[in-house]
């Protein structure tokens, strides 16, 4: 039986957080183990671009900060290809075709870039270029490239799914039914994690993450200035776990049993915050030990990881010329064969 490609990826602008663990990471570990898949990872360069255009080392760093947090957390390069977006000139060249299948105004109504574009202002001003308007069609090369049937994302990526189902259908009708195929997406149950401060969104810009490469030192810190209960002042002030982001993330890293305790001290006034920002911080850093030194293992030999961003990309690129061919073929341009 031929697997289903798995695809899903990031844009390596910084190193992934407990965010990222909880949203994408831990699912992608699981479709790894499922012998009915073949998941590709990419890491994409060239999308970071489309808000980094001015910042090339940022981004040329990061792709191998991301490889690394990819391997440390157990993605393992024999049943994932891990590879480089930029790197595979196929996915560009579709882009260049699909995008005349698919409209400005389109593009301006995709909510996911819609609201990407409000966010950046400081960098677009009131006009934004035409390579992150068009990232919604790369992002669908990217799918389309490897004719990825599954996309684990969060929610926030389903219209940049919906676009590329739409772009294919469009394809398809024009150029021959069955040439490309359309992805689904599957939204994966894993919830978002808030930042430490209590924000919605856990990121870099905001200050807000704990990261899977953090120091003991540094989870320490950052979560001794999470946001708790504000109404409490004293040890013995009656305490509201639900208002606190350390019982928030007692919740994802400690024992049922140790939460319950933490909630029933804290309401009964019986369990001072530094105290319990103490424990937490000390079960993080256990739950993140094995990444740490998986990570200082590859920090120490980058060569392994180059080996492996090199070997994934072989095999993806493989698969991205069969895929051109079929796609060249269709739109006719197979000159002189
Ligand atoms: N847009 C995704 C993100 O910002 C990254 C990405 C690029 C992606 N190409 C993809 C995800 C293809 C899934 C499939 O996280
Ligand atoms: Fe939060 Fe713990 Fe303080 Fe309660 S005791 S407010 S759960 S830090």
Known sequence: MKR??????????????????????????????????????????????????????????????????????????????????????????????????????????????????????????????????????????????????????????????????????????????????????VLSSAKRIKGLDGNEKMGKSLGNAIYLSDSEEEITKKVMSAVTDPNRIKKDDLGNPDVCMVAYYHNLFTSKEDVKAVCEECKAGKRGCVACKKQLAKNIIEELRPIREKRAYYEAHPEEVDKILIEGTERARKVARETMKKVKDAMMLNYFE
């Open 4 to 185: 289903k490609r798995i695809l899903t990826g990031d844009r390596p602008t910084g190193r992934l957080h407990i965010g990222h663990y909880f949203g994408s990471l831990k699912k992608r570990l699981e479709l790894q183990e499922n012998p009915e898949y073949d998941p590709f990872i990419l890491i994409a360069d060239v999308q970071a671009l489309t808000d980094n255009f001015n910042n090339p080392e940022k981004v040329r760093k990061n792709v191998r900060e991301v490889a690394i947090d990819y391997l440390s957390v157990g993605i393992d390069p024999n049943k994932t290809t891990i590879y480089i977006q930029s790197m595979i000139p196929e996915t560009a060249e579709l882009t260049i075709y699909y995008s005349n299948l698919v409209t400005i105004a389109r593009l301006q109504r995709n909510p996911t870039v819609k609201t990407e574009i409000a966010q950046k202002k400081d960098l677009f001003g009131e006009s934004v270029t035409y390579g992150f308007l068009g990232y919604p069609v790369s992002q669908a090369a990217d799918i389309t490239t490897f004719e990825g049937e599954l996309v684990p994302v969060g929610e926030d990526q389903l219209p940049l799914i919906e676009q590329c189902r739409e772009i294919v259908r469009k394809f398809n009708s024009i150029y021959g039914e069955g040439v490309l195929k359309e992805p689904q997406a």
